[in-house]
């Protein structure tokens, strides 16, 4: 039996940071994680100015923007496009990109240098329950089973969240969710310092689809080029990810002198708060696992890092977790991932995006909407911010909160 503090299920940005969290405040934490490190995860690879400005809190980001920075989003497709730099605001104006074999691996390394210890193939298979609480976890370390006794547990097991499942979490996928590949090209353009989006996605028949292909350059002689789309249970994408990536590929190898599509992967990404259960009395899902990702891009590094800490913060006060937790969760993300989950959600018409993607692009109209586009699409607002954007993003996710009061968004049935 080991007895420990915290227990954190899943080493992922989310997991390491809140192991980090957790081990400064003065806590025994046990880091466990079904891979070895360092080891690949499906992703983009951004770092927006606000998962940078995590970053910093945890002392990293001067490691992780050493070698590469980007100023902002290119964003093209239906005949025009606009080039919106990263705004002046609470997060800075940093980006960056870095692989996750190499993103993970620091962070973990960080959170064990810090006091964590790293269970490495470990996978959390069982729990014993003492009430509503965790009890006791079945841990499979190097195929040994072996028992844990926990203060508190933190699951960030990422979007599949296999240990959130036997807790009672449930994915709603009536609501938007993302299917997306990924893959990493040589290009000599490695060190462009703007991440590029076409937001005119076609498959090989020429149709547009409801989503978008990036280009993140990565500063190493490689960038991460990938196509997404969004889908619903009533509404799915009818697209092969991975064909649809060959092909955005084949568009751009010519302008980037790509060379040929490797580790391609692909993913399912839950988004926007649409899962239930995510707390008991003594245990919360974070990043991932909650579904804490933005509907409209995919990303959700940042909001992984910021729920890390959220999540050590209530374990100061010691209070049952169950509702304690979605209720803060909607509080700080709730409104906004209602809005984007109904933008999200229109995209998935398929004569929405052919209808308003020139009008966004072209002209002056495009100049003026696309950088705001481009802020709300980099998570960049804060509740502090008072400008027309900011407080016509309020006062829209205020209303599409009213109107859609019975959207699950961390709901709980305890």
């Known amino acids: 039996m080991s007895v420990v503090d915290v227990l954190v299920v899943g080493a992922g940005p989310a997991g390491a940071a809140a192991a980090i969290h957790a081990a400064d405040t003065g806590l025994e934490v046990l880091l466990v994680d079904a891979a070895t490190f360092p080891r690949d995860k499906t992703c983009g690879d951004g770092l927006t100015p606000r998962a940078i400005h995590s970053l910093a809190r945890l002392g990293l980001a001067d490691e992780v923007t050493r070698d590469y920075r980007n100023k902002g989003l290119k964003l093209r497709g239906f005949g025009g496009s606009v080039t919106a730099p990263w705004p002046e605001g609470h997060y800075g104006t940093v980006g960056s990109a870095m692989p996750r074999t190499e993103f993970d ?67 709603h996928r009536g609501e938007v969710y993302g299917i997306a590949a990924r893959s990493y090209c040589t290009s000599p353009m490695s060190t462009e310092p703007w991440i590029h989006s076409d937001v005119e996605l076609l498959d090989d028949t020429g149709t547009v689809q409801p989503g978008y292909g990036w280009i993140f350059p990565l500063g190493d002689g490689r ?41 391609v992967a692909s993913a399912l990404l839950p988004m926007g708060g649409a899962v239930s259960n995510v707390a008991g009395p003594n245990w919360m899902l974070i990043g991932d696992a909650a579904a804490l990702v933005n509907p409209l891009n995919g990303e959700g590094i940042d909001y992984g890092l910021e729920s890390a800490e959220m999540a050590v913060g209530l374990l100061q006060e010691g209070r049952d977790l169950t509702l304690v937790w979605p209720h803060l969760l909607r509080e700080t993300y709730g409104e906004a991932f209602l809005l984007a989950r109904t933008a999200a959600r229109l995209l998935t018409y398929p004569t929405f995006l052919p209808l308003v993607g020139p009008l966004g692009l072209r002209g002056p109209v495009g100049a003026v909407i696309m950088p705001a586009a481009a802020r709300l699409m980099g998570n960049l607002i804060t509740d ?31």
């Open 384 to 414: 502090e911010d008072r400008d027309l954007i900011a407080r016509a993003w309020r006062l829209s996710g205020a209303a599409v909160s009213r109107a859609r009061r019975d959207t699950p968004l961390w709901s709980t049935t305890a």
């Open 105 to 171: 691996h620091l962070v973990v390394r960080a959170a064990v240098a810090r006091g964590a210890t790293l269970w490495e193939d470990a996978t959390a298979t069982a729990v014993t329950r003492e009430g509503r609480s965790i009890g006791e976890v079945t841990v499979r370390h190097g195929g040994v089973d072996k028992q844990v006794r926990a203060r508190w547990i933190l699951v960030a097991d990422g979007v599949r969240s296999t240990f959130g499942k036997l807790l009672g979490r449930e994915w």
């Open 223 to 263: 960038v991460n080029l990938g196509a997404g789309a969004l889908s619903t249970d009533a509404r799915p994408a009818k697209v092969n990810t991975k064909k649809l990536l060959a092909h955005y590929a084949a568009r751009k190898r010519q302008e980037w002198q790509l060379g040929p599509e490797q580790d």
